[in-house]
């Protein structure tokens, strides 16, 4: 049972859904710790309710980022984190973070800090990937599930999933269809790395025994000349 350090500034239903899947057993991980840099933030409560530990380490005019940081990583210390998931956080992690949950041995080369990201990297990266999407008139969306790096939404992919874009769209409709396949995903990321099947071999990430899909192209709108 691995111990998870959940970030989140928002809401909270990515966090909620790992709650979910610790609470029925659906994953080998427990949440150690909820820790938000937004007092009030939606998942400080989620986190109350299903009674694990919360810290609140406000962010805002706090102008020096590493050791906004370093604080971060001894209240994660202290809760003896072995994976760091960003949930809704909105802030860039600064490499000194990323040092302190860097690769071990056991970890196969992998980093201890995965991120989600409503969009279907490379494309889309950063704030609004959903707006961006609505507004290229791109066909498919998706969301994604990948290690952290020093970029951003640059890290190594773990997995993806994808979603139809449908001509009415808005950006909070289109969220929507992200956000259901968003709660199926990180759980299951978290699960392959608490059975130590995630490995990293330079940009490419290794699910060990997973299975890909059969060969199905798809296209949106469908292809109708048979
Ligand atoms: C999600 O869309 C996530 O991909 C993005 O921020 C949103 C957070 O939602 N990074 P929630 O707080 O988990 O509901």
Not at 22 to 28: E, V
Not at 60 to 86: N, P, W
Not at 100 to 127: D, K, Q, W, Y
Request: glycine fraction near 10%; charged fraction near 20%.
């Amino acid at each position: 049972m691995i111990r998870l350090g959940v970030l989140a500034s928002g809401g909270g239903t990515n966090l909620q859904a790992i709650l979910d899947a610790c609470a029925a057993g659906r994953i080998a991980a427990q949440v150690a710790v909820l820790v938000s840099n937004v007092p009030g933030a939606g998942a400080l409560e989620r986190a109350r309710r299903a009674g694990v530990p919360t810290e609140v380490v406000p962010s805002k005019g706090v102008a020096d980022r590493e050791a906004y940081d370093l604080r971060l990583v001894e209240v994660l210390r202290a809760h003896r984190v072995d994976l760091v998931c960003l949930a809704g956080y909105m802030r860039i992690v600064t490499p000194a973070f990323l040092r302190a949950f860097g690769p071990l041995p056991e970890t196969r080369g992998c980093p201890r800090v995965v991120n989600i990201h409503p969009g279907l990297l490379p494309s889309f990266p950063g704030l609004h990937a959903q707006r961006q999407c609505v507004e290229y008139g791109a066909r498919f969306a998706g969301c994604t599930v990948h290690f952290v790096d020093e970029g951003t939404d640059t890290g190594p992919v773990i997995v993806q999933a994808v979603v139809p874009v449908e001509p009415d769209d808005t950006e909070e409709i289109l969220a929507r269809r992200i956000l259901e396949q968003e709660h199926r995903l990180y759980p299951q990321a978290i699960h392959w790395f608490a059975e130590g099947r995630l490995s990293v071999q330079g940009r490419r990430v290794v699910v060990a025994g997973a299975r890909t899909l059969p060969p199905a192209p798809i296209a949106n709108p469908a292809v109708e000349i048979g």
